[in-house]
T-cell receptor, first 114, second 112 residues
Framework: EPEVTQTPSHQVTQMGQEVILRCVPI?????FYWYRQILGQKVEFLVS????????KSEIFDDQFSVERPDGSNFTLKIRSTKLEDSAMYFC????????????FGPGTRLLVL | QKEVEQNSGPLSVPEGAIASLNCTYS??????FFWYRQYSGKSPELIMF????GDKEDGRFTAQLNKASQYVSLLIRDSQPSDSATYLC????????????FGGGTRVLVKP
């Protein structure tokens, strides 16, 4: 069964450093998403991406965040200058279509900012 | 602020019993409703989705949607210890980006 994959599974970084989280969505999916979950809190939407541009972003997704689809398979989230409060589990998701199409989640990258 | 609310639990049910989970949402324009299961430290895994008012059954799971009351529920029949997890209600509204808005989840404990 096709699945979303994410690398790395864990990332430890120093405050102020840049990190890139990588995702390979399901191959025939066209819509891509990033969510995050701070330990013990809700899953929160960060950004959605379709047709090589951002469809929607949350207030969390400020100028230090960016997304890119550098080739036909990868989808990346870059955090330019990490803060302590960026420590969270980051989930990539993809769906075949909008609205009523199920979003399938990858296993997540646990980011720890020291 | 569009909200999705769930009782955090834990909801403790004996093995073989029915677990009933509830979710309310504030965005009256919401159009798609999903139940995900999340084991500790893992990613959300789809249980089922529902778009229309009424009931939808899939194996041991039944989702119920009442758009007038802005209420969606999940019933788990014949609960098994492996059903012990956090159940997340998620909603897609009318905005362009298809974002899922999640509730805080209900923790379910199935006791043998």
């Amino acid at each position: 069964e096709p699945e979303v994959t994410q690398t790395p599974s864990h990332q430890v970084t120093q405050m102020g450093q840049e990190v890139i989280l990588r995702c390979v969505p399901i191959s025939n999916h066209l819509y891509f998403y990033w969510y995050r979950q701070i330990l013990g809190q809700k899953v929160e939407f960060l950004v959605s991406f379709y047709n090589n541009e951002i469809s929607e972003k949350s207030e969390i997704f400020d100028d230090q965040f960016s997304v890119e689809r550098p080739d036909g398979s990868n989808f990346t989230l870059k955090i330019r200058s990490t803060k302590l409060e960026d420590s969270a589990m980051y989930f990539c998701a993809s769906s075949a279509g909008p609205y009523q199409e199920t979003q399938y989640f990858g296993p997540g990258t646990r980011l720890l900012v020291l | 602020q569009k909200e999705v609310e769930q009782n955090s639990g834990p909801l403790s049910v004996p093995e073989g019993a029915i677990a009933s989970l509830n979710c309310t949402y504030s965005d009256r324009g919401s159009q798609s409703f999903f139940w995900y299961r999340q084991y500790s430290g893992k990613s959300p895994e789809l249980i089922m989705f529902i778009y229309s008012n009424g009931d939808k059954e899939d194996g041991r799971f039944t989702a119920q949607l009442n758009k007038a009351s802005q209420y969606v529920s999940l019933l788990i029949r014949d609960s098994q210890p492996s059903d012990s997890a956090t159940y997340l209600c998620a909603v897609i509204g009318k905005a362009a980006g298809n974002k899922l808005t999640f509730g805080g989840g209900t923790r379910v404990l199935v006791k043998p």
